[in-house]
């Protein structure tokens, strides 16, 4: 069987090691070493472990990002498309959260980290802009309330699945009080009764 191609062989190793040992102790050498290549062959594809760490997030995990950037206002319902973005949004953080959580540890690499991720222009506030601005288009298009503050539905959606990671996931024996199909599609019904409009049947 042929070997996969550098570039996979990197970025799969750099998910292991980030998921196993954490983002803070994971080093370009070990993903190289772990990939069966020279650190000088890594950084053919790489510019460092932050673009890694982007590139894992993408590729290797569920398709948050992307989902966000696929919505499109007046296209299905919105409740519908919340509910799809809060059970990719759960299964995502309840994946990045153990990689992230280990530079919470280490101020220095994670202030550095942090630099990193604004030099790519990314980080984990692109989630939040991106539901919000999928959210105001659906209030441009009338089927989000006026008045709503959509950048606040937004935080309060993607910053309950994050909690969801951080109570229950990454706990050892942690289990969530809903499945998160049920989580999902009672977050999306709830934080529509704020948003919706008045009139009945819209959403």
């Known amino acids: 069987m042929d070997q996969k191609p550098a570039r996979a062989r990197i970025v799969d190793a750099a998910h292991e090691l980030m998921l196993s040992i954490g983002l803070a102790r994971t080093t370009t050498k070990e993903i190289a070493r772990a990939a069966g290549c020279s650190e000088a062959a890594l950084y053919k594809y790489f510019t460092g472990k932050e673009e890694l760490f982007v590139t894992v997030l993408a590729e290797r995990l569920p398709r948050l990002v992307s989902l966000l ?13 919340l509910a799809d973005v809060a059970r990719q949004a759960a299964r995502f953080y309840e994946q990045t959260f153990p990689m992230a959580a280990s530079l919470y540890a280490e101020p220095r690499l994670k202030h550095r980290h942090e630099q990193g991720m604004r030099e790519l222009g990314t980080g984990p506030h692109r989630p939040i802009q991106q539901l919000d601005a999928y959210l105001r ?19 309060l959606l993607l910053g309950a699945c994050a909690q969801r990671a951080f109570a229950y996931a990454a706990l050892p024996g942690g289990t969530p009080p809903q499945p998160l199909d049920d989580f999902a599609a009672s977050l999306a019904r709830t934080l529509l009764g704020g948003l919706g409009p008045e009139a009945p049947g819209i959403s």
Request: proline fraction near 0%; avoid cysteine.
């Open 69 to 81: 950037g696929e919505l499109s206002a007046g296209e299905g319902s919105v409740e519908g498309n």
């Open 137 to 155: 288009a659906e209030q441009a298009a009338g089927r989000v309330r006026a008045e709503a503050d959509t950048y606040a539905a937004a935080s």
